[in-house]
Nanobody
Framework: VQVAESGGGLVQPGGSLRLSCEVTGDTQYVLSMAWFRQAPGKEREGIAGVSSGGTYTDYADSVKDRFIITRQNAVGKNTIFLQMNSLRPEDTAMYYC???????????????????WGRGTLVTVSS
């Protein structure tokens, strides 16, 4: 399983950005997926998770009502997106996509529950 994020960049406060993550390979074992972020000097935190079919989602309080996670599944490729709106300077971080063969861990995702990771994409919110 390979994981690759894209879409990061520099955006002004109040702006929007859309991240994408493609998971390829033996995707029959890719069930829960999630977005994490890690700011300098801070621990990696789970911010949004999505179930295997894309029906159910969960968000950290810090991004609820501003970020939206969606999912598209295809043979050999699963893709998740993170639409980020009303961005704030405190959203500045490296954003990581993660996938796992475990069910249910998309709720309040924690790093230890995910075995497949991308390299991350940097999001900087600054004027």
């Amino acid at each position: 399983v390979q994981v690759a994020e894209s879409g990061g960049g520099l955006v002004q406060p109040g702006g929007s950005l859309r991240l994408s993550c493609e998971v390829t390979g033996d995707t029959q074992y890719v069930l829960s997926m999630a977005w994490f972020r890690q700011a300098p000097g801070k621990e990696r935190e789970g911010i949004a998770g999505v179930s295997s079919g894309g029906t159910y989602t969960d968000y950290a309080d810090s991004v609820k009502d501003r970020f939206i996670i969606t999912r598209q599944n295809a043979v050999g490729k699963n893709t998740i997106f993170l639409q980020m709106n009303s961005l704030r300077p405190e959203d500045t971080a490296m954003y990581y996509c993660a996938a796992t063969a475990s069910r249910g861990v998309w709720r309040r995702p924690t790093p230890g529950d995910f075995e497949h990771w991308g390299r991350g994409t940097l999001v900087t919110v600054s004027s």
